[in-house]
Nanobody
Framework: QLQLVESGGGLVQPGGSLRLSCAAT????????IGWFRQAPGKEREGVSC????????NYAESVKGRFTIARDNAKNTVFLQMNNLKAEDTAIYYC??????????????????WGQGTQVTVSS
């Protein structure tokens, strides 16, 4: 059974950076596409980024393009989300999710099968 654990969240000032990690236990991540999603208070969960099994296909929400970078290290069974130039509107709980599909980057919540518990990111001065 695949389990996902997010880490790396915290409080950061506007303009700062954080790196989120999504670590998998139970099975290898090699066969899973990974997505990052976020949910701000009072808002619906939205897609942030995704990465295919090979890492060659990635996708970013318009609001984070040029600031966030997704990457995977299959040897460490971990996917990372590097977040730079953070803004107050990036404040949310960030979730990673996985689905067993090859060479595709999926952007929709309903396409994912496994979810982590989330990590809080707060951007505030």
């Amino acid at each position: 059974q695949l389990q996902l654990v997010e880490s790396g969240g915290g409080l950061v000032q506007p303009g700062g950076s954080l790196r989120l990690s999504c670590a998998a236990t139970g099975v290898t991540l090699d066969y899973y596409a990974i997505g990052w999603f976020r949910q701000a208070p009072g808002k619906e969960r939205e897609g942030v980024s995704c990465i295919s099994t090979s890492g060659r296909n990635t996708n970013y929400a318009e609001s984070v393009k040029g600031r966030f970078t997704i990457a995977r290290d299959n040897a460490k069974n971990t996917v990372f989300l590097q977040m730079n130039n953070l803004k107050a509107e990036d404040t949310a709980i960030y979730y990673c999710a996985a689905v067993a599909v090859q060479n595709m980057c999926l952007t929709m919540i309903y396409e994912y099968e496994y979810w982590g518990q989330g990590t809080q990111v707060t951007v505030s001065s």
